[in-house]
């Protein structure tokens, strides 16, 4: 995406303005939409975003909001709309050493935060890519950093948070006061109804960083493997402990063209871990290490336990999902709750994990154990993994058959799950659950409370998964 300087003062931009095109397309995903907002915004502070939202008001415009850029379908690009990228918005982060409270900004990054958090010692739970923005990824519910353990980050860990309404109205949200909007904003995404302008959340103290990976070819053994590694889960401890199984062709990274040579998949099977030494990091991963005779036959290499910085895990996630050298994506998503088998899983993930359509494709499973309260926030799916791919690609012409692909695969996928990660939600593409019907009917209430006159539109789809019927 590039990088961006700190303007001297809110820049107002239209379509003749220099820097137009560049806030337009500042997304992680080399597939821009055509849609062309009349007006972008990138405010300085709280009060530059009311009075983006007041114009609207009176222009009728629909708003979009942008944060970091991850949703890759780049929903906050409205044709003949406001876009309002909150990038630079309030960027001062606080924190108070009674409550150990942090105070920060939507448009902050996860680079950012950990920055930060790491001078003074503590920890927040934010995401696994140095570029996601806070708002977006807390508005989707935030699977972060150890979420198997402690839950979504925005329910567990937001307190409260400023939001500017469609009316223009700053207003503080938490659990006591306008609590029916801090419950709708966890989890739903895109269809925010508001502009996230603060958030308050809750630290720990911060830990050490460990991690050990093993790499093998999965390509005649995927069925066996990927099973072991799901049962390995249960065996594995929860608390301040990622699992994560990913796959990757062995050519998928460099250069190259979008075809796979080596037509090799590996599987990688990671733990990371936040503990004090590396002798507990150890004795948290040694389930492991019984990893079976038959497996241990096709280990193409094996990372040993070691302590980590952050910026070292970045990397590695930069090199599983690469951006910014013309990378365009397809992304999809399940969340599987807790009543699909491991052989229902291990049969439908193999279509979107071992049998990737592009040599920089990537599948993952990731072990959430989720089972998030709706009386909290609107997040409500109940998850035991998630699948995804991340069809990555750079030949234009490939759009519509990474499309069908994405389509096909994950209906047939959707069969074994519960619905959708919300980051991943696109109307264009598959239509699917976010949260549970009682929930969506409670948080559309909110929504039509507060907007009445629809500025945010993102929430559309939405409604149109009341109509599905449940698969499980």
């Given at each position: 995406?590039?990088?961006?300087a700190?303007?001297?003062?809110?820049?107002?931009?239209d379509?003749?303005?220099?820097?137009?095109?560049?806030?337009r397309?500042r997304?992680?995903n080399?597939?821009h939409?055509?849609?062309?907002?009349?007006?972008?915004?990138?405010?300085?502070?709280?009060?530059?975003?009311?009075?983006?939202?007041?114009?609207?008001?009176?222009?009728?415009?629909?708003?979009?909001?942008?944060?970091?850029?991850?949703?890759?379908?780049?929903?906050?690009v409205i044709?003949?709309?406001?876009?309002?990228?909150?990038k630079?918005?309030?960027?001062?982060?606080?924190?108070?050493?009674?409550?150990?409270i942090?105070?920060?900004?939507?448009?902050?990054?996860?680079?950012?935060?950990?920055?930060?958090?790491?001078?003074?010692?503590?920890?927040?739970?934010?995401?696994?890519?140095?570029?996601?923005?806070a708002?977006?990824?807390?508005?989707?519910?935030?699977?972060?950093?150890?979420c198997?353990?402690?839950g979504?980050?925005?329910?567990?860990?937001?307190?409260?948070?400023e939001?500017?309404?469609?009316?223009?109205?700053?207003?503080?949200a938490?659990?006591?006061?306008?609590?029916?909007?801090?419950?709708?904003?966890?989890?739903?995404?895109q269809?925010?109804?508001g502009?996230?302008?603060?958030?308050?959340?809750?630290?720990?103290?911060?830990?050490?960083?460990?991690?050990?990976?093993?790499?093998?070819?999965?390509?005649d053994?995927?069925?066996?493997?990927?099973?072991?590694?799901?049962?390995?889960?249960?065996?594995?401890p929860k608390?301040?402990v990622?699992?994560?199984i990913?796959?990757?062709?062995?050519?998928?990274?460099?250069?190259?063209?979008?075809?796979?040579?080596?037509?090799?998949?590996?599987?990688?099977?990671?733990?990371?871990?936040?503990?004090?030494?590396?002798?507990?990091?150890?004795?948290?991963?040694a389930?492991?290490?019984?990893l079976?005779?038959?497996?241990?036959?096709?280990?193409?290499s094996?990372?040993?336990m070691?302590?980590?910085?952050f910026?070292?895990?970045?990397?590695?996630?930069?090199?599983?999902?690469?951006?910014?050298?013309?990378?365009?994506?397809?992304?999809?998503?399940?969340?599987?709750?807790?009543?699909?088998?491991?052989d229902?899983?291990?049969?439908?993930?193999?279509?979107?994990?071992?049998?990737?359509?592009?040599?920089?494709?990537?599948?993952?499973?990731?072990?959430?154990?989720?089972?998030?309260?709706?009386?909290i926030?609107?997040?409500?799916l109940?998850?035991?993994?998630?699948?995804?791919?991340?069809?990555?690609?750079?030949?234009?012409?490939?759009?519509?058959?990474?499309?069908?692909?994405?389509?096909?695969?994950?209906t047939?996928?959707?069969?074994?799950?519960?619905?959708?990660?919300?980051?991943?939600?696109?109307?264009?593409?598959?239509?699917?659950?976010?949260?549970?019907d009682?929930?969506?009917?409670?948080?559309?209430?909110i929504?039509?409370k507060?907007?009445?006159?629809?500025?945010f539109?993102?929430?559309?789809?939405?409604?149109k998964?009341?109509?599905?019927?449940?698969n499980?």
């Amino acid at each position: 995406m590039g990088s961006y300087a700190k303007p001297e003062s809110t820049l107002v931009l239209d379509p003749t303005s220099t820097e137009y095109e560049r806030y337009r397309t500042r997304i992680y995903n080399a597939r821009h939409p055509d849609r062309k907002p009349v007006e972008i915004v990138v405010p300085l502070t709280t009060t530059d975003v009311t009075s983006a939202v007041k114009r609207a008001k009176e222009k009728g415009l629909k708003v979009g909001v942008r944060s970091g850029g991850h949703l890759f379908a780049a929903p906050a690009v409205i044709e003949q709309g406001l876009l309002i990228d909150v990038k630079f918005l309030n960027k001062d982060i606080q924190y108070d050493p009674v409550s150990q409270i942090l105070t920060f900004s939507p448009g902050h990054t996860v680079e950012e935060l950990a920055g930060h958090c790491g001078k003074i010692g503590r920890f927040f739970p934010y995401g696994h890519s140095r570029t996601v923005g806070a708002g977006g990824f807390l508005l989707t519910g935030g699977q972060g950093l150890f979420c198997r353990g402690h839950g979504y980050t925005y329910e567990s860990w937001v307190t409260q948070i400023e939001v500017v309404t469609p009316n223009g109205e700053v207003v503080i949200a938490n659990k006591t006061d306008n609590h029916d909007l801090f419950w709708a904003a966890g989890g739903c995404g895109q269809g925010f109804f508001g502009v996230l302008t603060r958030v308050w959340g809750r630290t720990d103290r911060l830990r050490k960083l460990f991690d050990t990976t093993y790499v093998l070819d999965s390509t005649d053994h995927f069925k066996p493997l990927l099973k072991w590694a799901i049962e390995l889960a249960e065996r594995i401890p929860k608390q301040q402990v990622d699992y994560f199984i990913g796959t990757m062709y062995a050519d998928g990274q460099g250069l190259g063209d979008d075809e796979s040579r080596a037509k090799r998949v590996l599987m990688l099977i990671n733990i990371t871990i936040g503990c004090d030494s590396i002798e507990e990091a150890k004795t948290l991963a040694a389930p492991l290490d019984t990893l079976p005779e038959e497996f241990r036959k096709i280990v193409v290499s094996q990372i040993p336990m070691q302590e980590r910085e952050f910026e070292a895990l970045w990397d590695l996630q930069d090199k599983f999902i690469p951006g910014g050298n013309g990378e365009r994506y397809r992304v999809e998503s399940v969340l599987v709750g807790f009543d699909a088998s491991d052989d229902e899983i291990v049969d439908k993930a193999e279509a979107a994990l071992l049998k990737l359509p592009t040599r920089k494709a990537t599948g993952a499973l990731a072990i959430v154990d989720s089972r998030p309260d709706e009386n909290i926030q609107a997040l409500s799916l109940p998850s035991r993994l998630m699948i995804s791919s991340m069809v990555c690609y750079q030949d234009p012409s490939l759009d519509a058959k990474m499309d069908k692909w994405a389509l096909d695969t994950y209906t047939e996928i959707e069969k074994l799950g519960l619905g959708q990660h919300a980051g991943d939600f696109d109307v264009n593409q598959r239509v699917s659950k976010i949260m549970t019907d009682s929930a969506l009917t409670k948080w559309l209430k909110i929504r039509e409370k507060y907007d009445p006159d629809e500025m945010f539109i993102g929430y559309r789809g939405f409604q149109k998964s009341l109509e599905r019927k449940w698969n499980r």
